[in-house]
């Protein structure tokens, strides 16, 4: 169950995202930014109200008082991780474009091109490269987006280990949620892709194939857990931590790039609402 699900969320929805950018080969609209809005509110909900609750309560049978600051610690290595590997991304790829390049340029990205790597596929475009170059571009997102499905997965396995009656909902939610997220970012790599000479078919199904590693990272999430105690109130805050920052890091900062508009704001706020509905209700 935990299998399928996860990839659904990875290759369904980085391939459903391959789909549009092969019909449409375009990265980016209003309605995708208030369904990323609302998916990062529910997904706040769920690690604030479930994941780390459920940690803490398990980490009180061993730690005590310091059970807070054992899964506090546990989120902050979850943090870390995922900001350190898209510091690495950033960091090998930004020399490339000469916008991100420029010394006056802010560390965050101002753009949702930036955001998502699609702006190696436009610098080369707008330069008439080689097709070759495009392709290039196109698996340079791909394997971007594949490391970060990694710590996603996580915390749907983490989820899953809890073991109660509601653990199999709740990582059911995020698969859902992380799918959706899954989706522009699937239209960011199919697009240079399919540009760079790939036929459609194949373009989607290498698409899809870059959110198969979420996988990968769910059978590590249930793995920790199953350990014990220790291994889950730690799998459940590593996992906490890396979605934490996927959705403040890069959902949010991507929804508001999209639309441009303090409305996205609004919907994350909605989709906390719904995800305590869901939760408690």
Request: proline share 3%; net charge negative; glycine share 12%.
């Amino acid at each position: 169950m935990l299998t399928i699900m996860t990839l659904i969320a990875g290759v369904g929805g980085t391939g459903a995202g391959g789909v549009l950018g092969s019909l449409f080969r375009k990265s980016s609209n209003r309605v995708i930014s208030l369904l990323l809005a609302a998916t990062s509110g529910v997904m706040v909900a769920i690690v604030c109200f479930d994941l780390l609750t459920e940690g803490i309560e398990t980490a009180e049978g061993f730690a005590g008082q310091s059970a807070v600051l054992v899964v506090s610690t546990a989120v902050l290595a979850g943090l870390g991780v995922v900001a350190l590997l898209n510091y690495a991304i950033d960091r090998a790829t930004r020399s490339e474009v000469p916008h991100t390049a420029d010394a006056g340029h802010p560390e965050a990205h101002d753009d949702i091109d930036e955001l998502s790597h699609i702006d190696h596929y436009n610098q080369h475009a707008a330069a008439h490269d080689p097709k070759r170059d495009l392709w290039v571009a196109g698996v340079v997102i791909g394997c971007a987006i594949a490391l970060h499905n990694i710590p996603e997965g996580m915390s749907i396995g983490a989820s899953y280990a809890i073991g109660t009656s509601g653990a199999e909902s709740s990582a059911l939610i995020l698969a859902v949620l992380i799918g959706i997220h899954n989706i522009p970012e699937g239209m960011a790599v199919a697009v240079p892709l399919i540009a760079g000479g790939m036929g459609r078919l194949k373009a989607v199904l290498l698409t899809a194939a870059s959110g198969a590693p979420i996988v990968l990272g769910a059978w590590l999430g249930l793995w920790v857990g199953d350990i014990g105690a220790v291994g889950l109130s730690c799998s459940l805050g590593f996992a906490s931590g890396a979605m934490l920052y996927v959705v403040f890091g890069e959902i949010i900062p991507q929804s508001v790039l999209m639309y441009r508009s303090k409305v996205p704001a609004f919907f994350v706020i909605v989709g906390l609402l719904i995800g305590l509905c869901l939760i408690y209700l």
